[in-house]
């Protein structure tokens, strides 16, 4: 390479590293909320399923950033800079000198640090004489700020003095009680919650912690018999430490108590005080969501389909197959339906409950082989839906059966500037083909594909006029359901259909 060139690329290379250190972190992080970063890929435990679900608490709540390490070993003070709060999901080797002592110096200068579970040993089992620590299988010398934070460590048995062994008994379900309701990760709490977990027993405790929680620990399960510490506080330097016991894995997570514990507690070790509330859900919705009625059966499908309908706090989902759906008047329980299903009749009554609904204004979204309904109800293909796929030549309608294919690779393009379209751009989708349907004059065609095995039009504005109904043909397996463009879609349709904007 030229040297004058390189010598160039090289000036160019550190102005635009310098301009990149100038940019304010508000670019990266979103603004007013703590910033999180979740310390992991290390584990005796599945940290992989665990991790997760840790970032998904923290992410339901609206209050958190979080981001994930999966090398904590790298970490340096400028990494770790811009953070409140540090979540150790780890329990592993040690991470060197550099990011260790990056850790010690980002909570004793005031800074959070929740630890979970096995992070409460991730360095290591002291032996009684407090020499060495090697729970990975190596021996390593003990990290003693980490114990100093976490306000704990493990030990060995010794047998001759009758100190047991730090551990657990039997996974089992107990109760873990607050014994200081007061403070500020409990306050409004219930006073005790169940959980299915490991209980920890025989930790070597800091005479400076603060204990919080505690469970019985039942000899009948392999426990020591006593009252257990689960849950604490602790100060390192001007840091606060918050340490939960609990969590072996994402069943044990699940519990409501650990779910609200867990979220703040990383909130008051992060700021001091708690702003969340005592029942915190991980699928929170808005008081106006929508309420959605997606109607299965007739049909078998994949139950990646549920996943379509995940992570929408403004709409809220009920399935109700067949024969169940129309029982009742729904009117005043939905504000859309979706169908899933693929039913040759419907009973009169239900017929009606049906029909009452979509002519009060209620949306309507019909995704793929529902469009295969009755077939024999004209009301439904011809007015409601505007398309029919033919299960059989149709002499009245001068056309032959429809036809399907599975597999194959689309390229979809949207059509017009229609609300449904907003955010989507031309895409492509491995999914089912329907090729030969009847679609009534006056459909606002809104994707099409020039595949030959399929018709030309792939979702459509039905032309009734009493309801906003959508038909999309696409949805047939994994491929589509879990493809971020048509949950989109999906989504974009129910909100429209119900009146309100994508």
């Given at each position: ?25 508000k ?8 910033r ?35 090398e ?35 909570v004793?200068?005031?800074?959070g ?45 010794d ?43 025989s ?38 430490v ?30 001091s ?24 059966g ?71 082989h529902?469009?295969a ?14 398309g ?9 309608l ?58 030309e ?40 259909s ?5």
């Open positions: 390479m030229n040297t004058t060139l390189c010598a160039s690329f090289l000036v160019l290379s550190s102005l635009g590293l310098a301009a990149a250190q100038q940019i304010p972190d670019f990266y992080f979103e603004e007013g909320k703590i999180v970063l979740i310390l992991s890929g290390r584990n005796n435990h599945d940290w992989r399923s665990t991790t997760p679900h840790l970032r998904r608490i923290l992410d339901a709540t609206g209050k958190f950033d979080v981001r994930v390490t999966e904590p070993a790298g970490l340096t003070a400028e990494t770790l800079r811009p953070y409140d709060v540090l979540v150790a999901d780890y329990c592993g080797p040690r991470w060197g000198a550099q990011a260790e002592a990056a850790v010690e110096a980002f004793r200068s005031g800074k640090l929740a630890v979970v579970h096995a992070a409460s040993y991730p360095f290591g089992i002291r032996n009684v004489l407090g020499e060495k620590m090697s729970n990975t299988g190596v021996t390593e010398k003990p990290w003693a700020a980490w114990a100093e934070m976490v306000g704990a460590s493990w030990r060995e048995a047998e001759k003095k009758g100190i047991p062994k730090t551990g657990h008994g039997r996974r089992h379900s107990y109760d873990v009680k607050w014994k200081d309701p007061s403070h500020p990760i409990a306050a409004g709490l219930p006073a005790s919650f169940t959980t299915s977990d490991e209980l920890y027993f930790f070597v405790l800091s005479p400076k912690i603060h204990v919080l929680a505690t469970a019985f620990n039942a000899k009948n399960e392999g426990g020591s018999g006593a009252d257990e510490p689960l849950i604490w506080t602790n100060q390192f330097g001007k840091g606060r918050f340490q939960t016991a609990l969590g072996h894995d994402v069943h044990a997570m699940l519990a409501q108590g650990f779910i609200d514990s867990f979220a703040r507690g990383v909130e008051w070790s992060a700021r005080t708690v702003t969340l509330p005592a029942l915190i859900s991980i699928d929170p919705k808005t008081k106006d969501a929508l309420r959605v009625l997606l109607v299965t007739g049909h078998d499908h994949e139950a990646s389909l549920y996943g379509v309908f995940e992570h929408m706090p403004d709409i809220r989902v009920t399935v109700d197959p067949h024969p169940a759906a129309f029982r009742r008047d729904l009117r005043k329980v939905f504000d859309v339906i979706v169908f899933y299903d693929m039913l040759p009749e419907m009973p009169e009554v239900q017929q009606k409950r049906l029909r009452d609904f979509a002519e009060s204004g209620k949306g309507i979204v019909v995704l793929h529902a469009i309904n009755h077939q024999n109800w004209e009301w439904w293909w011809k007015d409601l839906v505007g029919k796929y033919l299960l059989k030549d149709e002499p009245s001068s056309m032959k059966m429809s036809t399907y294919k599975h597999d194959v690779d689309l390229r979809i393009e949207p059509s017009g500037k229609h609300p449904i379209l907003k955010g989507l751009s031309s895409a492509w989708m491995r999914d089912e083909t329907y090729k030969g349907m009847w679609r009534a004059p006056g459909t606002e065609v809104l994707l099409t594909t020039k595949h030959e095995t399929s018709d039009a792939l979702a459509w504005v039905s032309p009734y006029a009493m309801s906003k109904v959508v038909f999309i043909q696409l949805g047939h397996g994994r491929e589509a359901h879990e493809n971020p463009w048509y949950r989109r879609l999906v989504r974009n349709a129910i909100l429209w119900s009146g309100r904007q994508p």
